[in-house]
T-cell receptor
Framework: DSGVTQTPKHLITATGQRVTLRCSPR?????VYWYQQSLDQGLQFLIQ???????AKGNILERFSAQQFPDLHSELNLSSLELGDSALYFCASSAGTSGGNYNEQFFGPGTRLTVL | AQSVTQLGSHVSVSEGALVLLRCNYS??????LFWYVQYPNQGLQLLLK??????LVKGINGFEAEFKKSETSFHLTKPSAHMSDAAEYFCAVSDKGTGGFKTIFGAGTRLFVKA
């Protein structure tokens, strides 16, 4: 158990819909990262937040957005869903005292999103 | 721009044989390098990391990796494979770019262990 929790574990929805994925980092970790894992794209870094502020951005679509709340949990919002958005979405956290992610990242179990 | 190349999407070894998973990276600044393992239906777990100092890094479950700057490589090895090592392995590089620290993962190598 990494200490990172993600809900829900599975999510099935239809094209055009909007969903919210939730992540609670390990106790004390300030940085949260979101990743998308699919068979054709592999593991893609989406975005990083550090203590409530966006710190780094990867291959995140404009239809996707994220935020980190004062209690440090994070949410990833996916809108206007397409079939190709079906994937595993991982959240990871690290202590990242300086905001840098060279620290070890602890991954949650993931949310499997299926868009029908 | 940083990148990671893992040679071989699938590697198959016999139980007790040497495991060698290859990783080459590119980075414009001194990188931080990682190996993660992903077991079925689970998230990624850190095996080992190189940040600074000794170039031979030992990790969990008997794995180790050597940072070779001249070869821009960070290959993962284990002297003797166990059935429980069957999983997917990801090499990752992290460095500080204009947008802050970013971690790029390789495409992954699935390790099969034959009895």
């Amino acid at each position: 158990d990494s200490g990172v929790t993600q809900t829900p574990k599975h999510l099935i929805t239809a094209t055009g819909q909007r969903v919210t994925l939730r992540c609670s980092p390990r106790s004390g970790d300030l940085s949260v990262y979101w990743y998308q894992q699919s068979l054709d794209q592999g593991l893609q870094f989406l975005i990083q937040y550090y203590n409530g502020e966006e710190r780094a951005k990867g291959n995140i679509l404009e239809r996707f957005s994220a935020q980190q709340f004062p209690d440090l949990h994070s949410e990833l919002n996916l809108s206007s869903l397409e079939l190709g958005d079906s994937a595993l979405y991982f959240c990871a956290s690290s202590a990242g005292t300086s905001g840098g992610n060279y620290n070890e990242q602890f991954f949650g179990p993931g949310t499997r999103l299926t868009v029908l | 721009a940083q990148s990671v190349t893992q040679l071989g999407s699938h590697v198959s070894v016999s139980e007790g044989a040497l495991v060698l998973l290859r990783c080459n990276y590119s980075s414009s600044v001194p990188p931080y390098l990682f190996w993660y393992v992903q077991y079925p239906n689970q998230g990624l777990q850190l095996l080992l990391k190189y940040t600074t100092g000794a170039t031979l890094v030992k990790g969990i479950n008997g794995f180790e990796a050597e940072f070779k700057k001249s070869e821009t490589s960070f290959h993962l090895t284990k002297p003797s494979a166990h059935m429980s090592d069957a999983a997917e392995y990801f090499c990752a590089v992290s460095d500080k770019g204009t947008g802050g620290f970013k971690t790029i993962f390789g495409a992954g190598t699935r390790l099969f262990v034959k009895a």
